[in-house]
């Protein structure tokens, strides 16, 4: 924080009739405090697109385009007359320098305001073939040739857009998928079959178990809860 000391004088001035009065001075002392402090910005929750739930974004080291899942937390570095730049707080990308298009009329894409929210914990019962989540039960299919093993497993915040979800468009983020441990090819998601990943077959519901775990945060930068597999 930086103070700012300004002194103002005011002086006395009376008139009548072309008569002027009054020699007396006002001093006042204004301090102003200045404090510079990150701009931190997140990704909204993108509807203007077919994948919808993803935030098209240019990464500025190799020029790549890549698809950000909402609510990822980002820190404003500069903006321009066309774009927006930011480094990625967390996510696979993380400590990468980023940036995104402004909108048509120049304003952000990115949000303010958001709060993530505590780490969720689910449970899966791999012989009920049940998957629990703050007391609500889906139904889901897994692959037997793939067994899943007792445990707890961390679930990662989105990677990048499933173009298997496309399949379902009931289930509204359908694309978006939850990575269960942090290596490997098993993930949460919308479908009807699975090749090892807990499939929800309830597609229509996909959106409860999305909005509880997109901006959950378990304080690792790249995990939004846990998955508790059980019998």
Known sequence: PQQFVFEVQVKESRSILGKFWGKATAVFEITLEAEASDTIKYVPDIEESRVRGWLKVILEDDKSIKSFPAYLKVKVERVDANREYFTILEG???????SVELRDNGSSWLITGTKH???VRITYSISKKILTLKGKKYKTDDDPKNPWKKGLYDIEIPDHPHRGGLKYPEAGRGTVWFRIGHSGARYLHPGLVS????????????????????????????????LGVID
């Open 195 to 226: 090749a090892g990943c807990v499939s929800i077959t309830e597609t229509v519901r996909w959106m409860e178990i999305y909005d509880a775990l997109i901006k959950a945060r378990k304080g690792d930068f790249i995990s939004v809860g846990i």
């Open 117 to 119: 929210e505590p780490p």
């Open 92 to 98: 696979p990308y993380r400590g990468e320098p980023a």
